[in-house]
T-cell receptor, first 111, second 114 residues
Framework: NAGVTQTPKFQVLKTGQSMTLQCAQD?????MYWYRQDPGMGLRLIYY???????DKGEVPNGYNVSRLNKREFSLRLESAAPSQTSVYFC??????????FGPGTRLTVL | GNSVTQMEGPVTLSEEAFLTINCTYT??????LFWYVQYPGEGLQLLLK?????DKGSNKGFEATYRKETTSFHLEKGSVQVSDSAVYFC?????????????FGRGTSLIVHP
């Protein structure tokens, strides 16, 4: 039982490059979330998926797209990376947010 | 809208000192309340939770009581250890349109010195 896994753990991009952050959970949760964490800003919700086949914008969706590939997997894509997207990205899953389980994070630097 | 306010850090304590991290919230209805801990280089881990007024959540010596009258959920520990050094997040989760979208505070860094 791995919980929530994220790949990659670290990534450096140049401005304008694209990449996809992968997230998978093995707890059979319906809901999955993508957050970014910046110093002094706490956690900000980018996108969430309440159930397989649905996605919705969170607080800071601009510059990102998501795909709920199946019940297990929820990916986050940066089409044209910008320095403002330098952050730590966390994926989480939950069933009715009775607590939530977080992945270990992806540390992204955009030069 | 919903919001969570935490005391600003860092909170710096000596080992075996008493810890309080204040958390207040604004929400409609009756949210569930949570404390998470984040150790350096890791994701958030659920520390404790409470789902209704006057409930006390507890784990690893930490406690917090859901106070509806003061809309608070302060985190306490009687005797902190160096290993408790981490960032602590308060959060709430209401039911919103069928989706459970949690709201997090900005986090409070705790530094415990030997």
């Amino acid at each position: 039982n791995a919980g929530v896994t994220q790949t990659p753990k670290f990534q450096v991009l140049k401005t304008g490059q694209s990449m996809t952050l992968q997230c998978a959970q093995d707890m059979n949760h319906n809901s999955m979330y993508w957050y970014r964490q910046d110093p002094g800003m706490g956690l900000r919700l980018i996108y969430y998926s309440a159930s397989e086949g649905t996605t919705d914008k969170g607080e800071v969706p601009n510059g990102y797209n998501v795909s709920r590939l199946n019940k297990r997997e929820f990916s986050l894509r940066l089409e044209s990376a910008a320095p403002s997207q330098t952050s730590v990205y966390f994926c989480a899953s939950s069933e009715n947010w009775r607590g939530g389980f977080f992945g270990p994070g992806t540390r992204l630097t955009v030069l | 809208g919903n919001s969570v306010t935490q005391m600003e850090g860092p909170v710096t304590l000596s080992e075996e000192a008493f810890l309080t991290i204040n958390c207040t919230y604004t929400a409609t209805g009756y949210p569930s309340l949570f404390w998470y801990v984040q150790y350096p280089g890791e994701g958030l881990q659920l520390l404790l939770k409470a789902t209704k007024a006057d409930d006390k959540g507890s784990n690893k010596g930490f406690e917090a009581t859901y106070r509806k009258e003061t809309t608070s959920f302060h985190l306490e520990k009687g005797s902190v250890q160096v290993s408790d050094s981490a960032v602590y997040f308060c959060a709430l989760s209401p039911l919103s349109g069928g989706s459970y979208i949690p709201t997090f505070g900005r986090g409070t860094s705790l530094i415990v010195h030997p």
